[in-house]
């Protein structure tokens, strides 16, 4: 199924450790989005990449790299987490998408993560 | 982009229509109103979108007024299953721009039996 997908799906880690969170897109979609979401909040941008080759700070990059590796490809790697990174990642891609008009956005399910 | 105002929390009976309103005072005039939804912590799931006419899918239908500055979106026949936090966002449209989407807090759309 056309999408976007997103592994792992949990992941525990302790502080100190890295770790990189994959997302890929078969959509062809120029623009690629990693969203943080907190407990009871809004998502909040972290960082983009609107075409391949390029990628932008979002509102809360700090403590966070992200690679965008081919179109279809854009990861996100922890360097050494810590507990305030504990939230759910939602990666996404933007561009011409069925049922949504001319350039629409795709949500992956997300990467639970807990850093204790 | 312009910044949006949403009730934190609503409740609509099910099989009722449930109406979620979105201030946007400040909206330019090339600036879209999409509307997304978030079920339980899923990847938020666009619902539908528009600059300045009504419009209806098979989802919802957006009622934006005539000066902009307000919208509302329609859910016909709410059902249990679109209790969910609902989410306003204007942005400018167009291929040439960085396409980020800025979310607020929502409105928590609770639907009863």
């Known amino acids: 199924n056309a999408g976007v997908t997103q592994t792992p799906k949990f992941q525990v880690l302790k502080t100190g450790q890295s770790m990189t969170l994959q997302c890929a897109q078969d959509?062809?979609?120029?623009?690629m989005y990693w969203y943080r979401q907190d407990p009871g909040m809004g998502l909040r941008l972290i960082y983009y990449?609107?075409?391949?080759?390029?990628?932008d700070k979002g509102e809360v990059p700090n403590g966070y790299n992200v690679s965008r590796l081919n179109k279809r490809e854009f990861s996100l790697r922890l360097e050494s987490a810590a507990p305030s990174q504990t939230s759910v990642y939602f990666c996404?891609?933007?561009?011409?998408?069925?049922?949504?008009?001319?350039?629409?956005?795709?949500f992956g399910s997300g990467t639970r993560l807990t850093v204790v | 982009d312009a910044k949006t105002t949403q009730p934190t929390s609503m409740d609509c009976a099910e099989g009722r229509a449930a109406n979620l309103p979105c201030n946007h005072s400040?909206?330019?005039?090339?600036?879209?109103v999409y509307w997304y939804r978030q079920i339980h912590s899923q990847g938020p799931q666009y619902i539908i979108h528009?600059?300045?006419n009504n419009e209806t899918n098979e989802m919802a239908s957006l009622i934006i007024t005539e000066d902009r500055k307000s919208s509302t979106l329609i859910l016909p026949h709410a059902t249990l299953r679109d209790t969910a936090v609902y989410y306003c966002?204007?942005?400018?449209?167009?291929?040439?721009?960085?396409?980020?989407?800025?979310f607020g807090q929502g409105t928590t759309l609770q639907v009863k039996p």
């Open positions: 990449s609107a075409s391949e080759g390029t990628t």
């Open positions: 959509m062809n979609h120029n623009s």
């Open positions: 966002i204007v942005r400018v449209e167009g291929s040439g721009n960085t396409g980020k989407l800025i």
């Open positions: 528009g600059l300045k």
């Open positions: 400040t909206i330019s005039g090339n600036e879209y």
């Open positions: 996404a891609s933007r561009g011409l998408t069925p049922g949504q008009g001319y350039y629409g956005y795709t």
